[in-house]
Structures are given as C-alpha cells and as structure tokens.
C-alpha cells in the first residue's frame, strides 16, 4: 500500500537529484527544465490524475516557471530568518469548552455535515472504496 | 425614481430613511440590470432572486431605524468563495459545482445581521487561482467597459457586478491582488485589508498566510461602511488579532495636507506601460496640489516578489487543496476508480481545472524533500525582506502609491496559454500581500482606448483610514 507520507521521500528524479543547492556558489545552467517524468511523479505526490498528454504540457510550461524563479538567487539570505505569517502573534489560545459554531447559537447539525457528500453515508460514516485489496 | 441600481450606499441608505424608495425597489433595479446584462458579462454564476426579494420586503416592513446599520436593505454580491448557507458555493471549480454549505462564513454572519440583501454569488477563478477569471468552470467574466477584455481576477465577477451597476457593492477575496487587480482594471475601488483586519472564516482557503477578505464599492466611503461591518476579531479565526476597528468614516474629509506620500520608483519603471504611469502620475499630482508632501522610494525588493509568491503561495495552496477529495464533500468523480487511493486520482483529476493543477504540483514540489531549502525556505526568507522594504519606506512616508496593474485590461485569451506571463500581472500588488498591509485601489483615468487606470495606495497594518482619507481625494 502507498505510503501517505506525502512529501517525505528520497528518490532522486533522474537528473534533477543532483540538483541545485542555492548558498553553495554551485549554480546548474538553470533550476532545470522540470522533465515530464518530474511533472508525473510531482502529479502522483499530489494525488492528481493527469494524461501522458497533461504532462508534457505542465512540463514545459512549469518548466518556464521554474527557470524564472532563479532570479531569487541574486538575494543574499544568508542572515535572513524565514517569515511564515505576518499576524505577529504567537499562541493564541481560546477556552476548552463547547460553544455554538454560529454566531446566532443556531447549531450547524451533523445530518447537514454528512449531507454534504454524494457518497453514501451509513452509521455517521462516509463509505469510500477499499483502501487495501482483499487477498 | 429610476436605475437605484446605480447609487452609492450612503445614497440608498439616505433615500431609505428619507422614505424616498424602499429595499424592494433598489433590489428590482439591481435585477433589471443583471437581466439585462449578465449573459454578456457574466459576473454572477448563481442568482438568489426570490429570497432576495422576500428579505427586501422583509426589511421594509420593518423599517429603518437610528441604529440600524447603512447597510441595511441593500443589494451585494459574494464572491463564490463565500460560504452561505444553503446556496450553493463552488468556488468555481468542477469538483465543488453542487456543494452547499451548512453554514455562513463570518463575514456572510455579520453582512446578513446587519440587514444585506444578497442578490447572489459571482464569478472567480477556480479557488481563486488566476488573474483574469478566465479559469472559471462557469466562463469567463468580461469586462463591462469592453467586453473583449478581460475584468481581472480572481475576483472578477464581483469586479464587473459593482462597475457595471448590477449590485451596490460586492465582497472579494485578495491573495496577491485579487481585489485590486479586477477593481483596477473595471474602474471601480476595491480595498485590500491589513492581513488578519477580517475574519477568513467559511471563506475557502487559498494560500492562508497571504488570503484576505476585502469589498469593492462605488466610493471609498462606502469602502469604509463595509470595513466597519465586516472587520474585527473571530474567535473562528486565530489569524484576527484582538485589534479594535475604528469608525473608518472618521477618517474621511480630513484631506492630504500634511501627509507624506511615497512614489516607489521601481513601480514606475520598467515593464508598467507608459499611459499607466502617466495617468497614476497625473493623480498624484493632483494630490500634491492638495498639500501632500510627495515623497521618492525605493522597494528593491520589489522584483523579487512574483518568484516569492509563486514559490510561498503554491505550497500553501497545494496544502490547502488537499482535503478536495470528493468525500466528505464536493463531486463524486465520474471516472472508474480501482480502491481509494486511486480514487483520489480521479476525483482530483477530474475536479481540478489545469490552473489549480500547475498550482498544487508547484507547491508539491517546491516543498518535496531535496528542494524546500532551495525554494520554500529561500522564499519565506525573501518575503522577509520585501517585510522591511516596507519598514524602512514607512519610516520616510505615511502611504505609498503606485499603479495597481502593470497595464489595463488585456484581451481575453491573451495570457490564457502562457501562465508566466499571466503571474506578471501582479507583479505590482504582490509586496503589499506579502507584509500584510492594506490598499486601496482608486480609479483614476482611463487610457487611450477608454479602459480603466487605478491607483493603489498602501499604508502600514491597521491603517486602513489612511489608504480611505488618501483614496478619498484621488
């Protein structure tokens, strides 16, 4: 079965694997062309179904996109801390009790939340495909 | 009284208290007008005129009072991206085309206490990924001034509705300029709020660290009754800090005189079209006339900005677009599927136009093991410096302006088969999303050929009332 571990791998993708580390002064003639077996492998991390046709397209034009984005190279970071959100605040916390959603007090019921998908729904449970083939 | 449709808030608010027209009236207008035109400009893909029409009556009946909200009785748009309970919300896109949600975003909650009439939901690109709302699963939104061009995205339905008089005003969302860009490019004004100004709650998500909620309208005044009604801390929404909202009228009729205006040079220079900057400069001429102080600045960082967001907001997107899965909501795929993991396949692959497609492998990428120091990381450390780009300016000037749009509305199809260049058409509301702060986008001429020229005018965080005093007298 697939691991679900989405991002977390280390498969080298062909010629892409050796690759590019910015900061190291080793620069590639391009964060390279972003190949169709990239595109495929990237589409299957994602979960995204895509035709062999669907990827020689994304291929090229990710590719243009990627080559574009060497322009970050001429920044130097090396002091630099990472900014992951702008809000400035740090851990807010709120009370741990049960409260409305709605700001009315009119309760969102669970038959609305389970309507909402078009797979059948037995005992509060949404039924989906198998996950592991029977043997 | 004829066309209601084409009046501002405060007018329609004057005239209901004035007893000169009711709500039922303007909604009519608003709807006469939709009929007239929606077929060619397509800004809203889904229409509520029956429960409009019973709440307008609703609310005449029981009148307008002193402490009633200005918004009151009066017709908007949302943008399909807004969760409204029991209407549908699809974000535009194949896989969510039938969802409806059980409950109303946040901002949908206050709009409805505050008495909106809402007229229906418009146009967007797919999960608010585009530039031109060209990547809809409902069509294209044209632009009311000339219907071969586009209005803008992703917000452009709501864009067009507002311009072309079909509602009074209409919320939007803004990510990296997807308010600013299609007010910019209709000829209507469109605010970006400080990041966390408004609650993101029952809002679908996009990129998190740089979505927001704004409005457009027909005047920065009734900019600023919006922001009133909508703005504040959700305890649905951890990213709204406890920061008090001001009555933003207050800030209006004070004039520029006093105030120290910076012009960034780098969204003067290469890449924006001569008449853009023309007509931007003749605007703030105007302004310097008034008694501001212009001032010159630098934003080095500025170039940088589109690789920073099209690296930054694909891995959040693609994070964000992970729960589409078809299960506990949106469409069941069509497609034979052979156990749930290839179900995934199917779903996503049927459910996502390509736009969303690029986006999600981006970010797939970017952030996969052996790349996410040389993108993820790189750009979350340059987004930090565009940050101090704009410290270091606000040290030296109260707002900034600069066109909105490098050039006006361009031809639909144009871009459509060359993504980069359709990332280009940020290039100049991008910085401001990545430090979080608000713009206001203004009308401010026209080009040659009569299309739309705005201005945007940037402030620091929770200074909202200075892009609307500034705005105000553009």
């Known amino acids: ?135 | 009284m004829a066309n209601l449709n084409e009046l501002t808030i405060k007018e329609i608010a004057d005239g209901f208290r004035a007893k000169k027209f009711s709500s039922e009236d303007v909604a009519r207008d608003c709807f006469k007008r939709i009929r007239e035109r929606n077929d060619d400009v397509n800004a809203f893909v889904h229409l509520t005129e029956e429960s409009a029409l019973d709440r307008a009556r609703e609310i005449d009946k029981e009148g307008f009072s002193a402490k009633d909200s200005l918004l009151k009785g009066i017709p908007v748009g949302l943008k399909d991206i807004f969760n409204t309970r029991g209407v549908t919300t699809t974000c535009c896109s194949p896989g969510l085309k039938d969802y409806v949600p059980p409950y109303d975003a946040t901002v949908v909650e206050r709009l409805r206490a505050a008495g909106m009439v809402m007229l229906g939901k418009t146009n967007m690109d797919e999960f608010a990924c585009g530039a031109s709302t060209e990547h809809s699963c409902f069509g294209v939104t044209k632009n009311p001034v000339d219907l071969s061009k586009v209005a803008g995205g992703s917000s452009g339905g709501s864009a067009a509705a507002v311009a072309d008089d079909m509602c009074i005003y209409a919320l939007g969302t803004d990510t990296g300029g997807s308010i600013r860009q299609p007010a910019s490019l209709c000829g209507t004004y469109g605010l970006k709020v400080t990041y966390g100004r408004v609650s993101r709650s029952g809002v679908t998500a996009m990129a998190s660290s740089w979505d927001t909620v704004g409005s457009f309208g027909k005047s920065v005044e009734d900019l600023a009754v919006i922001l009133g009604e909508i703005a504040g801390r959700d305890r649905r929404d951890m990213t709204t800090p406890d920061e008090k909202v001001p009555d933003y009228t207050a800030s209006l009729g004070k004039g520029v005189k006093g105030l120290k205006i910076g012009l960034p040079k780098e969204y003067f220079g290469e890449g924006i079209e001569k008449e853009t900057k023309d007509v931007v400069m003749e605007a703030v001429k105007k302004l310097e006339a008034q008694g501001a102080e212009i001032v010159k600045i630098s934003l080095p960082m500025t170039k940088y900005a589109i690789a920073v967001y099209y690296i930054s907001m694909p891995a959040e997107v693609s994070a964000n677009m992970e729960r589409y899965d078809g299960i506990r909501f949106g469409k069941k795929a069509s497609g034979e599927a052979e156990g749930l993991v290839d179900q995934y396949f199917v779903t996503r692959g049927e459910g996502f136009g390509d736009e969303m497609k690029r986006r999600i492998m981006i970010g797939t990428y970017v952030l996969s093991a052996g790349y996410m120091d040389a993108y993820y990381k790189k750009a979350m450390k340059v987004r930090t410096k565009i940050i101090e780009d704009f410290a270091a300016a606000f040290k030296k000037v109260d707002v900034l302006i600069g066109p909105v749009s490098p050039y006006p509305a361009f031809g639909i199809g144009e871009k459509l088969n060359d993504p980069l260049a359709m990332y280009m058409a940020d290039a100049l509301t991008i910085p401001a999303s990545a430090a979080g702060l608000p713009s206001l986008a203004c009308p401010c001429g026209v080009d040659g050929s009569g299309l739309p020229i705005g201005l945007q005018v940037i402030a620091p965080q929770f200074q909202e009332g200075l892009c609307l005093r500034v705005g105000e007298m553009v």
Not at chain 1, 12 to 37: C, N, P, Q, Y
Not at chain 1, 91 to 116: F, Q, R
């Open chain 1, 1 to 135: 079965m697939n691991c679900v571990h989405r991002r977390d791998y280390t498969v080298g993708w062909g010629d892409h694997a050796t690759g590019f580390r910015f900061g190291l002064g080793v620069k590639s003639d391009s964060m390279a062309k972003i190949s169709k077996e990239t595109v495929q492998h990237v589409a299957k991390l994602a979960r995204l179904g895509i035709s062999a046709k669907e990827a020689e397209k994304f291929s090229s034009q990710l590719s243009d996109v990627f080559d574009y984005m060497d322009i970050l190279e001429e920044v130097d970071t090396s002091k630099v801390k990472e900014t992951s959100q702008v809000t400035g605040l740090e851990n807010v916390k709120e009370e741990d009790g049960i409260v409305p959603w709605t700001a009315s007090g009119d309760p969102v019921e669970k038959d609305d939340l389970l309507g909402a998908s078009e797979l059948p729904v037995e005992s509060n449970q949404i039924l989906v495909k198998a996950a592991v083939k029977k043997s």
